[in-house]
């Protein structure tokens, strides 16, 4: 997402919010889209690391 198209909040501070996101999007980069990933995404059931590898 680009960051210009944010929508911003009058009535919270989400500096850690973006800051982590910009963690994730350099790791993702660095390493590939399997890189991080949510627990459930390592069940026998999920798709997400075989659906990452279309895209």
Sequence with gaps: MDEESLQ???FEDRTKEHALAKAMDTI???FGPNAL???VSYSSES???IRN???
Aim: charged share 35%; hydrophobic share 45%.
């Design 47 to 49: 798709v997400a690391r």
């Design 37 to 39: 990933l949510r627990a």
């Design 53 to 55: 590898g279309y895209i």
């Design 28 to 30: 993702r980069d660095k």
């Design 8 to 10: 911003l909040s009058l």
